[in-house]
Nanobody, 120 residues
């Protein structure tokens, strides 16, 4: 599976961006989708996750500002980012976690990431 992330760029603090992640195959069946982020010199952290049942989970630092959604018909997951802050600057990575019928065959897929830079 290939995950193609797009939508990153340079934005001023307080601005908005919408990231997209397009998968090369269907994301409908047994797949949770997520956005992680990694800032220079820091560990990768969860920004947002949306399950196959549309349950959502957000990192504490983005709650109330970011919204994750998925369009299974388009095999795409989105991350709407509002009120951006300089500390949101990072490479944002798309992730798909596939739950196999036999859990030992679960798979974790990663895209190449898109850079978001927020200026003060």
């Amino acid at each position: 599976v290939q995950l193609q992330a797009s939508g990153g760029g340079l934005v001023q603090a307080g601005g908005s961006l919408r990231l997209s992640c397009a998968a090369s195959r269907s994301i409908t069946d047994r797949n949770d989708m997520a956005w992680y982020r990694q800032a220079p010199g820091k560990q990768r952290e969860l920004a947002a996750r949306i399950t196959v049942n549309r349950n959502t989970d957000y990192g504490d630092s983005v709650k109330g500002r970011f919204t994750i959604s998925r369009d299974d018909a388009k095999n795409t997951v989105y991350l709407q980012m509002n009120n951006l802050k300089p500390e949101d600057t990072a490479v944002y990575l798309c992730n798909m976690y596939h739950y196999a019928l036999s859990r030992k065959y679960d798979r974790d897929y990663w895209g190449q990431g898109t850079l978001v830079t927020v200026s003060s």
